[in-house]
Every structure is written in C-alpha cells, then in structure tokens.
C-alpha cells in the first residue's frame, strides 16, 4: 500500500461498540497518528465522542465500507470483513430493501419476516430453474437448484443443511426447498411422490410441532427427508429421519406455551360425529393441553387445520379406520392426563376411583381391561435375584409413572406415523440420488437450560465441525484452482468440545454411568463431571452452583442445570404398563407396543431412513440404551451421510422476539450470527483474499486509473498488472490467478477512493467550465432582456395614446346613437300600444257575436235529434205488433199441417211408394257396383300395359344416352352448351334491362315526388325557427348517440376480451388434451417396448374422435319418397339444377314400382277378404252400431278431400313442368339440345301422370274393399235374420223389404248429416274469418279516425309536413313492393339457370359412372415430365387415386416430405393436393373414402408432429399447411358466409355431396395444437437468450459499468466443462426473430397467425426479462436502464420494418420499457413520485417498489433511492388493485385466433412438381 494512504484520517466513517445497538457509526473529525490514546469522532447526530485507544484493552475500531458496497447480495464481496459490516449489510437489505436473503459464501442467511411475502410462487420456481448460483438475487429456490444441479451434474447426493433457533424460519425454508425438488423433479409417471412428500409437512407439523414463546409453530424435533431421484432426475421416493422428539412437552409446558398441535385440533373436531365416541370436550378441561394457561394462537383454526391433516393423512395411504385409531391414542393421552390419583393416609400408597370417567375412557380407547390397569398405576414390580414383589407407589409417584406413560405412548405414536409415511413414500424403483433436507434445532441457550439444550448443542457442535472444514476446503480448492500460493488459515476447531461430551469418560458416558447405579442421583453425577473434566479448557465448573456445569461451546457458554438430566436419559417406563398395552384388542394399539428385532445399522445407514430414536427392545436392554446413547447413535448416523454428500447450509435468523414484520434487533441478530457459523466463514474468507475481481471486470472498473499509452496495450491481464502494481506498492495485498485478481481486505475501498477521487476531479473540471459558460449565457441573456423591455416600454406607451384618442372619437359616435335609438324606442312603444288595444277590442265584438250565433246552432241540433226519437220510437212500436200478429198466424197454419201428416203417414199407400224408391236405389247400387268391377279389371289390364310401355321408354332413355355420349365425345355438346350458356346470359341483360326500366319509372315517380316537395318548400318558410328549435333538439341527441356510440364501444371491447377469455380457456383446455394425448402416446410405447413383442401395434393416438362414425347428408344418396319430395327436392336445388336431373326420374320411376307393388298387395288382400266373407257368409254377426257407420262415412268423406287437394298439387306439378317446358322452348339453342330436353320433360309428365294413376287406383282399391266388407255384413246379417219368415209367408218378405229401405234411409240421412255437419263447420270457419275480418277492419277505421282526428287538430303548416310524410311513407311501401317482385323475379332466373347446369352435369356423372363401371382392365402406368405440363381443357381441379394408394399419398405428402421440397413451388402445395384429392372422392360420393383420407390425414400430422416435436421449420410448415387445409374447406363448403370472395369457377368446384363441418372443427383444433407447439418451440429457442441479449450485452459501448466487486459466483455453480455460459447479443436475438418470420412466411402462413406468433414471443421476451431484472440486483442501475430502453426501441424497430407493429407485440413490450424509464427518472421529491405512478401503469405496484429496492447506484454521485420515497410510492398506490404475484406468468399464452383466409389461386391451374413423384395421381 502506499504511504500517502492511511485509513484512520479525517472524514473516514468507523464502527464503534454499543450497549443498546451493538456497533454505533461515526465518523473521524481529526486525522490519527499512531500513539494517540484518543480518536476524535462524531455521531451520525453530530454528537462528539473521544474514544479511547490503546493497543491491549481498546484497538482501533472497525472501518466502515463505501455506500457504494453497502447492500450486496453476498457478505464476502464487502472489502472489510468483520462483524458490524455483516450486521448493517444485513440491516439495511432487511429493513430498507425487504430482502429476507443474503449469501455469505457457501451459506444462505434467511432472515424470518414474519409476514407472508409473494416469492415463492410457480413463476419465481421457473425463473430460478436453470440458472446458476449468483447470477440472480439470494432466494431459497437457489440454494435447491444449485443442490439439484450438482447432483444431475457431478452425480453426487447433496443436502441441505437448515438451522436456526425457534422461531428463525427453518421448517417454512425447509418446505420451500421441497417445494422446489417437487415442482422442477416431479414424478414421471402417474405416482404423483412430490404431492405425497408436500403432503406429509402437514401431518408433522400437527404432531411433532407446538407453539412456544418464541415461535407459533415451532418444531420440537429434528428431521432428516431425503428425497430419492431416478437417473432422469425424478422424484421417485423419499424417507424421514427424526431426531429427539421434546416428549416433555406432552405432559407440561410453560406458560403461554401449548402441547402439540394435534390435541387442540383433535378437541376442536370433537363434535364431528365420528369422534363422539372419544369423550372429548374443549382443551381448557384437559390437564396436558391447559398447563400453558393459553389454547388458541392468534390466526390459527384448529379445526381447519385437522381437516388439512386428515386428508394429507388420506393422500399418503393410510385408511380412515387406522386414522381413526391414532386419532384414538391421542384421545387416550388426554384422558389419562385427568385421571385423578387419591393419595392414601399413610403417604406411601395411592389408589384411583374405579368410577372415574377419564380412567374408562383410556382403557375403552385403548382397549385394555380397566382393573389391571387401574392396579398398575398405582403399583410397581420389584424384581431381585431371589424373588419378585410387587410394591405400592405413592402419589407423586403414580404421577409421575403415569406422566412417563403419556410420553412413551406417544412417541410410539409419533415412530408409527413416520415409519407409515416412510412406507407411503418409497418406491419399488431404484433409486439413482438423493437430495437430503435437514430441519433440525439451531443452537439454544435459556436462563435454566436443561437434557434437551445439551443434545440440541451437542448437535450443532458437530454440525459446525462439518461446517468449518468444508468452508476451509473451499477456500483451498479456490486457490488451488486458480493457483494462488497456499498459506494455512487458522480457523476454529470444535473437536476438544465434542471429545468432552462424547468420548470415553466424557459427560455421556458419565451420565448412561450413573443411571445404571440403583441410586443415582444428580449430585453424584456433578461431582463426578467436577472430578473427570475440571482440567478441560471447554468446561467449568460454576462458583455458586453444586448441581450445574458449563461447558463453552463455539458459539457461547452455557450454564447446565443437572435436575432432570438422570430422568430423562433413562426415560423409564414401567414393564407391568407397557405389557397392558400389549394385549390391547386393539391391532394398532397392540402394533405400537411389539417388540422388534434389532436391525443392523450397517445395512441401512445410507440408503434406509429410520426414526432416529429406536423402538424400545426388552426390559434388561431397555436401561443399558438411554436417550443420551440413542441420540449420539444417531448423530453419528446423521455425519456419515452429511459427509457423504455434498452440503449447502441455510442460516435461517430470527430478527425479533416481538414477532414483528420488518423489525430488527441487532443484539438478538448478532447472537445468533456468531452461533449459526456465519462469522466464522467471514472470519475465514478475511484471513484470505476475500475480494475477488475477474480481469475484464476489473479493467472495465477503473480503467479511469489508467493512463492512455497503457490503455493502448491489447493484453489486459498485463494492463491490470501494470495497474496494481503501481497503485499498491505492497505485493502481498494482491495475488494473480489465472482467472481473478485477489484482493486482501480493504485494497478494494483504497480502489474505489481513487476512483472516487478521480471522478470528484474531472467533475469539478466540468463543474468549473459549466457555470462559467452558464454565468456568460446569463449575462447575455439579460442584456438582451433589458434592451427589449426598453423597446416595448416605449411601444406600449405610444400605443397607450392612440387608443386614448381612438376612445374619445367613440364616444361621440355612441353618444349620438344612443340618443336616437333612445327617441324611436319611444315612438314605436306608443304605437304599438294603440295597435293591440284596436286588436282586442275588435277581436271581443267579434267574439260577443260568434258566441250567439253557436247557441242558437246548438239549440237546433237538440230539437232535431228529439223530434227523430220520438218518429223512431212510434215505428219500432208499430213493427213489433206486426211481426207478433204474423207468428201466431203461422204457428196455427204449421200445427194444421203436422196433423194432415201425421195422418196421411199412417196409410199403407204412403208406405208402399217409399219400397217402390227403395228397389230403384237398390238396383242402381248393384249395377254401380258390377260397373266398378269391370273398370278395376281393365284398369288391371291398362296397368300391365302401361309398365310394358314404362319398360321401353327406359331402354329408349338409355340408346338416348348412349347417343349423346358419342356427340359429347365429338365435341358438339360443348358448342351447345356454350350458346345455351351464351343464350343465359343474354336473358341475364334483359332481365337487368327490365330491372333498370322499373328502377327509371321508380325514379320518375321520385322526380314528380321531389318537384311537389319543392312546391311545398314555400309554405315551409314560415317554420324556420321551428326547425333551428328541432335542429337543436337533434344535435343534443347526436350527443346523447354519440355517449351511447361510446357505451356500446365499451360494452364491444368487454365482450370482446370476453371472447379471449373463453377463447384462452378453450385453448388451454385443447392443449391439455393434446398433452395427455401425447402422454398416452408415451405410456403406449413404453409398454410396447417393455413388453418387446414384434410386428405392427396401432397407434391409440388414432382412437380419437377423429374416428367416430360420421353420417355426411347428401341429396345423391338420400331416398327421395314420392313426387312431394321431388318437389321439395327442386325446391332446394333451384329450379336450373332440377331441369337436367336423370336421377330422378329414375326415382320416380321406382316410386312407380312401388306403387304397382302396393297395389298387388292390396288386390291380395281384396282376394283374401272376398273369400273369408265366402266362409262366414252362414255365421251370424252383430250389427255394427249406427254411430261407427256415421263415422266411417264421414272418414271417407274426409279421405276423397285428401285425394282432391293431392290432385291439386299434381296439377301445380305439372304446370311447373310446363311453365320448364315453354321457357325451353323460347331457348334458341341448337336442335339437338332440344329434343334431348323435350324428351326428358315428356318423360316427366308422363312418370307424374302415371304416378297419379297408380295413387288413384290404390284409393279406388282401398274404398272398394271398405264398401264389399260392410255389404257382404250387411247380407249376411239380413240373410240370417230373415230365413226362417221367408218359409212362412209372404208378409214377412214385404216386412224385409221395409227394413232394407228403412235401413237405406238411415244410412243415407247419416250421409247426409255428415255432409251437412262439414258444411256447418265450414260455414262456421268462414264465419269467423269474417267476424275476424270484420274486427280488422273496425280497428283499421278506428286508427283512421284517430289519425284523422289529430290530422284535424293540427296546424295548417303541421298538416301540411303530416301529408307529406304519409305520402313518403306510402311510396316507400310501394318501393319496397317492387324490389321484392324484382327480387322474386332474379331468384326464379336463377332457379332455372341452375336447373339446367345441375342436370347437364348429372348426365356428365352418369357418363363417369357408366365408362368406370365398363372398364375393368388394368389401371394404366402414368407418368409425370419434369417440365410444367399445358392445361387440359376438361381439368375440374380434381386429383383421382386408388384406394390402395392413400398410404403412399399420405407417405408422400406428410411423412417424408421436406419443406425445401416445395420450397419453390405454390406455398402449402400438400394442403391443396390433399383437398382436391377429397374434392374427387366428394365428386364420386365415396363417404368412406373422404372419412379415410381425413382422418389417416390428420393422425399423419400429428405423427409428423411429434416425431420433429422441437423443429420450428417443419411445426412452422405443418401449421401453414393444416390451416390451408381448413381453409379451403371452408371456402369450398358451399356455405354463403364463406363464398363472398370466390371467384364462379371457384364456385363451381364446391363440395356437393358432403358437409365437412365436422372435419373443420377437428382441424382447427389440430391447427391450435400445433400452434401451441411451434410457440412452445420457438420460446425453448428465444428464452436462453433473452436474459444475456437484453439485459448483459452492451449493445450501447461503454455504457454498462460494472459493481464495485459484482457477485462471487461460486465455481461449483457453472459447468466448466461446457467452457461457461453461452453469451448472446442483441444482434443475435433479432436475427433468430428475423429468421423464425422468414420461415413462417416462406411457408405461407397467414400473416394474422404470424403476428399472433411474433406477439406471443414478445410477451415471452418482456416476461423473461422483466422477471430476471426483478430478481437480480446488478442490472437495476440508471446505466442498465439505458441499455434496456435501447434495446426495447431496436426490438419495436425491427417490428416496424417487418411490418408487424400492428400485431399488439409492442404493446407486450410496455411493462419492461416502464421498467427502464422507471430505472431513468429521478427518485427524489414528492413530484418524482407522482410522475412515476402515472408512468409505470403496466407494471404492479409490488413490481415497482421491487425495482427501487434493488435500484443499486454504479457510483457515489448517484443516490439511493430512500425508503420515504418508496413509502410515498405505496402510498399513492394503494388505491390500485394490482395482482399479488410478483414475477409475470412466462407460461402464459394469449387465445390464437385463426381468420378466414380464402386462397386466389384456381385449383384448376395448380401444377404438381415431378420431384413429389405423384404419378399415382390422376387429373379429373
């Protein structure tokens, strides 16, 4: 060092002791020179202070380090090492930073917050993930992945080491470390172990962790997890080791403290009815739960919490009966506790009421018989040489047998439940490494410390003996690596205190000495410990103690109170109980109690875990294994692993005994510092080279030392050399490695002052040229000032005068004006007042006489309606005796003739003319009959003949067809098509001319409208004002519209981000499936290569719902039933596709067949019927009731009404076919044509005119059958009634002939009546439509009326505009009318246009059918030429292949091809080869062959896609191609939504037969999978190099600084192997961007998913940077930001050149560019903070706070950020409801849209490359 520097000089800052704060900073007032006794200082509140120096009792205090190296992230980068330094480093990042972690060296310091902090979530695990130990900010997640790293790596077990005292924080840091292994090494398979390992904290907690005075939730016991890892890293097991158990506390605990944890929960669950057999209440009444006179913690639900344990209990495996066991020992505890001991009168004895309740509840839950028992507690069983007795116990001891018996059921418990979750745990894998967590007891000392603190400190004794040589071997293998001399360091060496309590003769052994002596007691034992150990340098014995001894232990001295030592190392337990207990009905009672055979501790030492404290053996061997030898056992059990493994050590802190957030106790801190070991690693590392730079860091932080020839050298190391050793002249403060420079303690501060002192020079350079150059700006700033001030004075006073005579000239003026408009005012308010009093008075005489002139015109309508009343009442009066007179006049005549008929029917002349009509009836009905007869025989006869001719008129059809095939082969088909299509489109110009002539009338007619509107526009002159009044009103409400307009913009974007949400949630539902798809697919084939059995297994991944059973509607394969369906059928197709349809008359024809069948049928049954009437004709039978004959007539009635409207409809059809008819034959096409189409609409009549025979026929069949059936009924019925009177004489034959008449008369009034009653209901119906009518129209004159009414009550001017708009409204209709009648007309045009192309096509079809189903030879070999083939003129844009050639198709088109194969050809060429391959088999209606070729399509893909699963060229083709796909399915569907684009040919080549909707949805999900896959892959690509691209390059040179000693990364974190991290640049992280868009379009991918796919990588970028900028402390300074912000504008930069800004990337980008404005703006006043809530909107509000407390200055002229301002900064942002979470979701992907995207390109010209080698293919 050189002699100019001496750090005791004036302003140095120093560490002084303090009582209340432990070390107190000052600073030197006056510079120190060696031999002063006193050091001038001064407070930090500019008190004086003379401290006192000398060279033995007082040395010179500490040096205190710059600001500048105040708050790193590792204690061992500070350049002096030494105890205040370590405690204000952990103060300030505790209390001004909220940072919970600090490193020191190889240890983690954890601070316990006592608040809940948001760090420890999923995304804070994923961000950690990966990286190496330093590179972020100090977190628990960093310790457990450097721990999971060095294992993968070096393939070494680790642990992890967390100690601390109560209440520090171990168990939580224990659980995260857990937390970690499990979410970064979950299970592989289904096993779900990490779930298991979480779940088993819960069940520990409740059983072995308490509340005490220092902590709520202390653990009272050690443990060991060691988590098992299979040889890919994972988890597939785990075991538990656990260590003295604070048995104690079951039966006492100290005030405010409280048992375990599982009573309360137990008592708090009691009233559940499955635990009303336990008996238990609240805890208050147990004597074990109520000792520490508090039951509850704050915060805490018991009751909650058991549900918690209970269903952990159920995950790791243990049934509800064995839970409800254990839950019944403990019940038992708790009973047994309040079992009341009566002491007997003598004092020697005891005894226990047989009727205490809490005594039957513990033998009722325990199982074990009460009375022996009862007489066990309160007696013992001696044993001697000789004999056995049995002895009374008195009451102290029964107690305190029973307190003994509490504790040992209970630890069984406690064994039990660890073992069972060690069994729950384990796996039947081999276990490849282990990771292994300690949670065990920090080092304890209390005013009265007892057997439990001298094990606890026994432990860490050896705990910090491992500690001290790993942190040496360390160090030496740093130097050794990087060739430093190696000097031996002292360091702390705690063996001699070991040997004291574990070696032979030492306190142990001493203590198992005296518990095996019958009468040991304590003070034997002490004075034994005072005789053995008084000459150890460890031990001491105290001056006012007999019973007590201290032993120093590393961290302090420890005063021992002997009490108690003897009981609880032999940890009795009487035989007689624990036998009870052993008989239990009770299996798991009895379980807990079995001895069991002693296992060799060698076998499972290293691999099986085991409680540490062993299960009791027999009696003789139970008093020679104590407590004490136990727990050294396994202790050294614990060593050997720790040593065997690779340790990582947490430090957790406890800051306060208040449990108060954020509050830090310096004294509390610094007792446990110097007990975890952490000074001691300071104190290592100082004796050392603490500070470590490497050499490019260390030149490019004080390269301002060096002079500029040096700087010119291109070696740095020799630059840095060069360097040193100028600046410190003391060779051994630095050494050169061959990596790092090497400092000693402090060399670093001299460093930085000379920095400093460098920068404060140029800066008072610059200051100095500065304000001179500002001081010259400011005068002649002034001096101009000045002169322009003189020059507007002058101005504005001359301005001044004009104005004032400009004033006086205005006033005259005004004056004047004044004085006139004064005089005429009062001229024309005189007048005026003369005019109104004329108008009044002339307007009351008009009034007076208008007022009579009424009164007289109402009296006379009065006297005229009286005087009709009256005329009107005499003629009703007169008309109504009438109209009597006439009724009974007629009522006489009517009876008159009744009479003369009633007289006249009983003559027998009257009768005999009635048979005489009868016989006529009779007669005419039998010959009707046989004449229906002979006409069903030749319409029998004319039907045969008729199916002959049907038979030749086919064969006519098909010579025709053959005819036209040869034409259409000669070509002149073509040429008539071609003037038919010619002939089309000139009809298509004059119906658009009969359209324009409408439209020019319609326009006409709005002339003549608007010239009458102009006439009008006079009148309307006098309502201007009017209008300006509705003027107002209408832009008042375009307002209000315009508020609505804005509403409605609101309400579109929250359904719009409505959409996203179920669009997101859709999304990630597909790709979970696709996950699990892909996961089955795994499990599938790791069986099928378990199982290593050959040949072919299916893929399950086709077993998906792509091959569900599909039924496509098509018109060509559907059934069509009869001529209504045909109609409905041309209906649907339009009336142009319907004319050239062959198919349907061949349907028809078959509908004639049927019908002909039918009819056979029904002459079958005729037959039938005629011959059983034959075979009942002699059986009698009941006559059928006159009201089923009504019926049955009134149904054949109702049937002939059918049969007359189906003939009506047959009329229509065959006026349709004419109206087809007539408008084929106005066509001028060519002759030939012609006839063809006469011919098939003859046969279309001809088929409907047979079809209606056929029907009438069978009607005519069906009544006949009716009729006969009831005739033949009718006979029979006659016939057997009448035999026997016939024989008799001839009366009864007239008698018969009277009934038949009668019978006839009946029958015809039934008829008759039937009739009358349909024309009833007819004329009812119509009556009502007219009633309805008649209402219509009354309601129409009353709305006129009204209309008329308000139309009268109207102002002229009103009526006027109200005439006006009913004629506007009226032409309107009209209009509308018209359209409509255009409309129907162009729809019926097109109908007949498409009629005639669909049947010329169908014949083209039939033509295809016909030739493929006569040619049977051999498929002809194809070949494909390398060049471009020429259009054929017939090519429809369809490829034809094989059935047996769809695998080599899909073989071709997606399994082997290559995107560089077509990379020159049309963009997603495989996608429309594959869709004109279903056009084909859509063309030919082959639903099986589309469902075949889709969906071995879509498997082929996702085989494809899963095979390149990490390769963004092929998931960039295969996205491009499967949404081409889509695509075109849907452009091609048929479906108007998706044709408004199409050009007509592309039309032309839509599905016809098949509805791929279906399809369409699968492949939108496939495109979703495959999406998510080529962004999955593409972020595996951009996140490594995100971090090192936008936040470590320096893409801005020389602007990043480096910290003054930057982090010390440990070596064993990076892999050297693999030479260091890779180091990306911007450049680089562009061009990988730029070459994923290259791609992405070179392929054809729509430019909406290219920026849905750029936006989604930006969003990965922003959240991968923000997070690591969130957790890492070196790249939040102002330098930092600057480069951010840089690099943010080159990313929206090449987005702009890309033409993708309008992708909502950017906006991605926002919340890292507030980041680094946030790291840029100044942090100082009120007004900074303001400014920066209303900057940093993107960004949470813990986000923000986060930021300015890592905000960490490069220099000493920049100032932290104050924890004022960042209170101010909460402050203002409380009233945001910001997410918790801290980090942004990296895994977070927005919803994929994909748009409709129609393709221009015309399948017809698409050319397929001969390099596909599809020659199998064949053009259509």
């Not at 004597?287 to 549900?307: C, M, P, R, Y």
């Not at 013992?380 to 107690?399: D, F, G, H, N, P």
């Not at 999978?1569 to 595996?1580: P, S």
């Not at 690099?1687 to 033409?1699: D, K, V």
Request: with cysteine; aromatic share 8%; glycine share 4%.
């Amino acid at each position: 060092m050189t002699s100019e520097y001496y750090p005791y000089s004036k302003y140095t800052r120093v560490w002084i002791p303090d009582a209340d704060d432990v070390w107190k900073a000052a600073e030197i007032v006056k510079d120190y020179k060696d031999g002063d006794p006193v050091l001038h200082l001064k407070l930090e509140d500019e008190m004086p202070l003379e401290y006192a120096v000398g060279p033995k009792s007082n040395p010179l205090p500490f040096l205190r380090n710059p600001d500048i190296l105040v708050g790193e992230n590792d204690l061992t980068a500070l350049s002096y090492l030494h105890e205040p330094a370590v405690l204000h480093n952990l103060r300030v990042r505790f209390i001004e930073s909220n940072h919970i972690y600090t490193y020191c060296g190889i240890v983690l310091v954890a601070i316990n917050p006592y608040e809940q902090l948001q760090i420890y979530g999923e995304e804070v695990i994923e961000a950690y993930s990966g990286q190496n130990m330093g590179d972020m900010d100090p977190h628990i997640f960093a310790v457990a992945e450097e721990a999971y790293k060095q294992m993968a790596r070096d393939e070494r077990n680790q642990s992890i080491i967390v100690s601390g005292e109560s209440g520090a924080g171990k168990t939580v840091s224990a659980k995260y470390a857990m937390r970690f292994f499990a979410t970064v090494g979950g299970s592989a398979n289904d096993a779900n172990v990490e779930e298991k390992v979480l779940a088993s904290s819960p069940i520990m907690e409740a059983i072995g962790n308490a509340k005490t005075t220092r902590n709520d939730n202390s653990s009272r016991f050690g443990k060991y997890i060691q988590i098992g890892f299979s040889r890919q890293y994972h988890i597939i097991g785990a075991n538990m080791r656990t260590y003295l158990l604070e048995k104690s506390r079951v039966v006492f605990q100290a005030v405010d403290e409280r048992n375990y944890h599982i009573f309360y929960q137990l008592c708090a669950s009691a009233s559940l009815p499955e635990f009303k057999d336990l008996g238990l209440t609240s805890a208050e009444d147990f004597t074990f739960t109520s000792l520490g006179e508090n039951i509850f913690i704050e915060g805490v639900n018991d009751a909650e919490d058991f549900k918690k344990t209970r269903e952990a209990f159920t995950l790791l495996g243990v049934k509800e009966s064995s839970q409800i066991s254990i839950f019944k020992v403990v019940a038992s505890i708790l009973h047994l506790g309040n079992v009341e001991i009566c002491s007997e009168r003598d004092g020697e004895s005891c005894h226990i009421s047989r009727d205490d309740p809490h005594l039957q509840h513990f033998c009722r839950l325990l199982g074990v018989e009460q009375k022996q028992m009862e007489h066990w507690l309160c007696h013992r069983k001696l044993a001697t040489s000789a004999e056995t007795y049995v002895k009374k116990m008195s009451s102290k001891q029964a107690t305190n047998a029973c307190n003994a018996l509490a504790k040992h059921i209970y630890a069984r418990m406690f064994d039990w439940i660890v073992e069972h979750i060690n069994m729950s745990l384990q796996t039947s894998s081999k276990q490849h490494s282990f990771i292994g967590v300690l949670d065990i007891y920090g080092f304890e000392t209390f005013e009265v410390n007892s057997f439990e603190q001298f094990c606890i400190n026994y432990a860490n004794e050896k705990l910090q003996q491992q500690f001290n040589s790993h942190v040496f071997k360390l160090e030496q293998e740093e130097y050794m690596k990087e060739q430093i001399p190696w000097t031996l360091i002292d360091f702390y060496d705690n063996q001699p205190c070991i040997d004291l309590i574990e070696a032979r003769l030492g306190i142990l052994d001493l203590l198992d000495e005296e518990c095996k002596v019958p009468k040991g007691t304590e003070q034997n034992w002490a004075q034994k410990l005072y005789k053995q150990h008084s000459s150890s340098a460890h031990f001491q014995k105290p001056r006012m103690s007999n019973i007590s001894f201290i032993i120093i232990h590393f961290a302090d001295m420890v005063e021992y109170q002997c009490e108690g030592f003897l009981e609880k190392n032999r940890d009795t337990v009487y035989d007689e109980q624990i036998n009870i207990l052993k008989a239990s009905q009770f299996q798991l009672v009895a379980d807990l109690f079995h001895e069991k055979d002693d296992a060799a501790p060698s076998k499972s030492s290293r691999v099986n875990v085991r409680a540490a404290k062993s299960v009791p053996k027999a009696p003789n061997r139970e008093h020679r294994k104590t407590v004490g030898h136990q727990f050294r056992s396994s202790l050294h059990l614990l060593m050997e692993t720790l040593n065997a493994t690779t340790p990582h050590y947490v430090r957790c802190i406890k800051p306060n005994d208040e449990k108060e957030a954020f509050s830090f106790d310096s004294r509390r801190a610094v007792q446990q510092l110097r007990a975890c070991g952490v000074l001691e690693t300071i104190r290592i590392s100082a004796a050392g080279y603490p500070s470590r730079w490497t050499y490019p860091d260390f030149f490019s932080r004080y390269r301002v030392l060096l002079k500029k020839s040096d700087m010119m050298l291109s070696d740095k190391k020799q630059v840095c050399r060069n360097l040193l050793e100028t600046l410190i002249k003391e060779p051994d403060m630095f050494q050169f490695g061959k990596t790092k420079i090497f400092f000693r303690a402090g060399q670093v501060a001299y460093l930085e002052k000379l920095r400093t002192d460098k920068f404060r020079a140029a800066c008072i350079k610059i200051q100095k040229t500065v304000r001179g150059w500002l001081q010259r700006v400011r005068y002649r700033k002034i001096r101009k000032s000045a002169i322009t001030i003189q020059r507007y004075g002058r101005g504005y006073l001359a301005r001044r005068y004009a104005e004032f005579l400009r004033l006086s000239r205005a006033a005259l003026i005004c004056q004047k004006q004044y004085r006139m408009v004064r005089d005429r005012r009062a001229f024309l308010r005189v007048r005026q007042a003369v005019v109104t009093i004329q108008a009044y008075s002339r307007g009351m005489y008009t009034r007076r006489i208008f007022k009579e002139f009424l009164l007289h015109h109402k009296a006379m309508i009065i006297q005229r309606s009286v005087r009709g009343w009256l005329a009107r009442k005499k003629f009703q009066r007169a008309r109504n005796a009438a109209v009597i007179i006439q009724c009974a006049f007629r009522r006489t005549r009517a009876k008159k003739q009744l009479q003369q008929l009633k007289i006249e029917a009983r003559s027998a002349q009257h009768l005999k003319n009635l048979n005489s009509g009868m016989e006529n009836k009779i007669v005419q009905l039998q010959r009707k009959m046989d004449d229906q007869s002979k006409g069903y025989r030749n319409q029998n006869e004319q039907l045969v003949q008729q199916n002959s001719g049907l038979g030749l008129e086919v064969n006519k059809l098909q010579k025709q067809l053959e005819l036209m095939k040869s034409q259409q082969v000669e070509g002149g088909q073509l040429l008539s098509l071609q003037e038919e299509l010619e002939r089309l489109r000139e009809e298509l110009k004059d119906t658009n001319a009969e359209r324009k002539r409408m439209e020019e009338e319609h326009g006409s007619e709005k002339l003549t409208l608007q010239q009458r509107v102009k006439e009008l526009e006079t009148e309307n002159g006098l309502l201007k004002s009017e209008k300006e009044e509705l003027n107002q009103r209408i832009l008042q409400h375009s307002q209000s519209s315009e508020v609505d307009g804005s509403n409605a913009s609101q309400r579109e974007a929250s359904l719009q981000t409505e959409l996203d949400a179920e669009r997101q949630r859709y999304q990630n539902l597909l790709k979970e499936f696709s996950r699990l798809e892909q996961r089955y697919d795994n499990l599938k084939e790791e069986e099928s290569l378990s199982k290593f059995q050959p040949g072919h297994r299916r893929n399950p991944s086709n077993q998906s719902s792509l091959e569900s059973d599909s039924n496509y509607t098509s018109i060509s394969t559907s059934e069509v039933g009869d001529t209504e369906d045909a109609i409905q059928l041309v209906e649907e197709m339009g009336v142009e596709k319907a004319a050239m349809d062959i198919s349907l008359f061949m349907k028809l024809q078959k509908r004639v067949r049927e019908l002909e069948t039918e009819r056979k049928r029904l002459q079958l049954s005729v037959d039938k019927m005629e011959e059983l009437n034959k075979r009942k004709s002699s059986e009698s039978r009941s006559p059928t009731s006159e009201q089923e004959k009504a019926d049955y007539a009134y149904n054949n009635l109702k049937r002939q009404e059918l049969e007359t409207e189906n003939k009506k409809l047959k009329n229509d059809l065959n006026a349709l076919s004419k109206a087809v008819a007539e408008r084929a034959s106005q066509n001028n096409s060519s002759s030939e044509l012609q006839d063809s189409y006469n011919l098939l609409l003859s046969q279309l009549k001809s088929a409907n005119e047979e079809l209606d025979a056929r029907k009438e026929e069978v009607l005519i069949l069906r009544t006949q059958i009716v009729s006969t059936a009831q005739l033949l009924e009718k006979n029979d019925l006659i016939d057997s009634d009448n035999v026997p009177e016939v024989n008799n004489s001839k009366e009864p034959v007239d008698k018969e002939e009277a009934v038949k008449a009668y019978q006839g008369l009946c029958e015809s009034k039934k008829l008759l009546e039937a009739q009358l009653q349909s024309q009833a209901r007819k004329h009812k119906d119509e009556l009502e439509a007219l009633h309805t009518q008649n209402e219509l129209l009354k309601d129409d004159i009353e709305k006129k009326q009204e209309i008329i009414n308000s139309y009268s009550s109207l102002s002229p001017e009103a009526q006027v505009e109200y005439s006006i708009q009913q004629e506007i409204t009226r032409l309107t209709n009209d209009n509308l009318d018209l359209k409509e009648l255009v409309e129907k007309l162009e729809k019926n045009e097109r109908k007949l246009k498409k009629q005639l192309r669909i049947y010329m096509k169908k014949v083209q079809e039939l033509e295809a059918a016909q030739a493929a189903a006569q040619s049977s030879r051999p498929r002809p070999e194809l070949s494909r030429q390398v060049t471009v083939q020429r259009k054929e003129k017939d090519f429809e844009g369809m490829l034809e292949y094989y059935k047996e050639d769809e695998a080599l198709l899909l073989k071709t088109l997606i399994s082997d091809i290559r995107p560089n194969t077509v990379s020159a050809t049309v963009p997603c060429l495989p996608a429309y080869i594959l869709f004109m391959c279903i056009r084909h088999a859509d063309y030919i209606n082959d639903d099986q062959k589309v469902e075949s070729l889709l969906t071995s399509t879509i498997n082929a893909i996702k085989k494809v896609l899963k095979k390149n699963n990490d390769d963004f060229e092929m998931t960039s083709f295969w996205l491009a191609n499967t949404s081409r796909l889509l695509h075109c399915l849907k452009q091609y569907s048929g479906d108007e939504a998706f044709m408004t684009q199409n050009t007509s040919k592309q039309n032309e080549h839509c599905l016809k037969n098949f509805d791929l909707a279906e399809y369409r949805q699968v492949l939108s999900d496939l495109s979703i999978q495959i999406y998510q896959q080529l962004i999955k892959v593409a972020e595996g690509i951009i996140q490594p190099m995100t971090v090192s691209a936008m936040l470590e390059s320096e893409s801005i040179p020389s602007l990043a600084g480096v910290k003054p000693m930057g982090y010390r990364n440990r070596s064993s974190s990076m892999d050297l192997d693999a030479g260091g991290p890779t180091s990306y640049t911007l450049e680089t992280l562009i061009r990988q961007l730029g070459q994923f868009h290259s791609i992405m379009r070179d392929h054809g991918l729509d430019p909406e998913i290219v920026g849905q796919v750029v936006r989604q990588l930006f969003h990965c970028i922003n959240a991968v940077t923000l997070n690591n900028l969130l957790l890492r402390k070196d790249v939040c300074s102002w330098s930092a930001g600057m480069q951010l912000r840089y690099n943010t504008s080159q990313m929206e930069e090449w987005l702009r050149a890309n033409n993708l800004y309008q992708s909502k990337a950017a906006a991605t980008l926002e919340p890292i560019i507030q980041a680094a404005q946030l790291l840029q703006v100044k942090k100082k006043t009120t007004q900074d903070a303001e400014a920066i809530c209303s900057l940093c909107t993107s960004l949470t509000t813990q986000q923000i706070v986060k930021i300015l407390n890592l905000y960490t200055p490069l220099n000493e002229f920049e100032e932290r950020v104050t924890v004022s301002f960042i209170r101010n900064i909460q402050n203002n942002l409380q009233e945001r409801n910001d997410p918790p979470q801290l980090l942004l979701d990296t895994k977070q992907q927005f919803p994929v849209l994909f748009p409709y995207t129609p393709s221009a390109l015309s399948l017809e010209t698409l050319h397929i490359p001969a390099t596909l080698r599809l020659d199998f293919l064949t053009r259509v």
